[in-house]
């Protein structure tokens, strides 16, 4: 058995030679790091939109949560537990009165670049999906597009966002509104001028979160010492603490998550296997992008995966 949603997708792409991995060194990179940004960087306006609108969205949730459980006479209790234990996820990962508007704002921003760039391609790096689109799609289909409240906004605000969501779930390409449509990534290896649009709108965030993350849990390793083999991400792991940043000038306080390093290990990894002029080019697109801090960003101890679990090296 393979636990997790990166795991198996990662266990079948090798078995099938990776088909949704570029070859190109750029276009590889960018797409492993918006894996990681859907992953772990868009928690908080995906926790924002399912639980701070209640009047658009309890309906749904409690459906769907209730249903995902036996039937069997503890179920509406065990449906409520879980609700009340998961409204508190906005506020773990930094959304609160005063953080919800700079939080809100940045949203929309990323929709509408997002939503440009859509309009010319149909997926993240051309014409068929990547790595990035499948870690993107975790919280924009599984909130922000299914979730009542930020679906709507995404249908109003955003009708490409919204047709990506869609097209990412049938198994054909689905790109009818596209003529002359292509069946690969962009040519020459490229990173589209629009796509890297979105990249400094989420930069915004991702960047100074991921730096004060990484000094916290470098702080909570150096006075812990965990043993090798310990759990480092979930419930039977330690929390490392909150970590502290700025944003749009309101100071955001969130939860500082070891796995978001677990997958980041994977863009670090990629760029020192690089040649030198490979990473030239690299760099030249994470600068652009204003995500370049990333691959200097790491943690003291490597994490790695051992009976279905993340734990430390």
Do not use: C
């Not at 960087?41 to 249903?67: I, K, Q, S, T």
């Not at 234990?85 to 506020?91: F, G, I, V, W």
Request: glycine share 6%; aromatic share 8%.
């Amino acid at each position: 058995m393979i636990r997790d949603g990166t795991a198996i997708i990662e266990h079948f792409e090798a078995a099938l030679g990776r088909p949704s991995r570029p070859t190109g060194p750029k276009q590889r990179i960018i797409s492993a790091l918006f894996d990681v940004i859907g992953t772990d960087g868009l928690l908080r306006p995906a926790m924002h939109y399912r639980w701070n609108f209640p009047e658009d969205n309890l309906a749904f949730v409690r459906y769907h949560l209730l249903h995902s459980q036996r039937d069997t006479p503890e179920r509406s209790e065990k449906t409520e537990a879980m609700m009340n234990r998961m409204r508190h996820a906005a506020m773990i990962f930094g959304v609160t009165e005063q953080s919800q508007g700079a939080v809100e704002s940045l949203y929309l921003d990323y929709l509408e670049a997002l939503n440009a760039h859509l309009e010319h391609y149909p997926y993240l790096l051309g014409w068929r999906p990547s790595i990035g689109d499948f870690g993107l799609i975790a919280p924009m289909y599984a909130h922000l597009g299914r979730d009542p409240h930020p679906a709507t906004l995404m249908q109003q605000q955003a009708v490409s966002v919204h047709r990506w969501v869609e097209r990412m779930n049938p198994y054909d390409q689905d790109v009818p509104e596209f003529f002359n449509a292509g069946t690969d990534f962009v040519e020459d290896y490229e990173i589209p001028k629009s796509l890297m649009a979105v990249l400094r709108v989420l930069a915004e965030d991702f960047v100074p979160e991921t730096l004060a993350a990484a000094d916290v849990i470098n702080g909570w390793l150096a006075e812990n010492h965990p043993g090798a083999g310990a759990p480092a991400v979930g419930r039977l792991a330690q929390a490392p603490g909150t970590a502290s940043f700025v944003l749009r000038g309101e100071t955001i306080e969130a939860l500082a998550q070891p796995h978001r390093f677990h997958l980041l290990q994977r863009v670090q990894d990629d760029y020192v296997s690089l040649s030198e002029t490979d990473k030239v080019g690299v760099d030249a697109v994470l600068g652009q992008s204003a995500m370049g801090a990333i691959l200097e960003e790491i943690l003291s101890r490597r994490i790695e995966r051992a009976n279905n679990l993340e734990v430390w090296a």
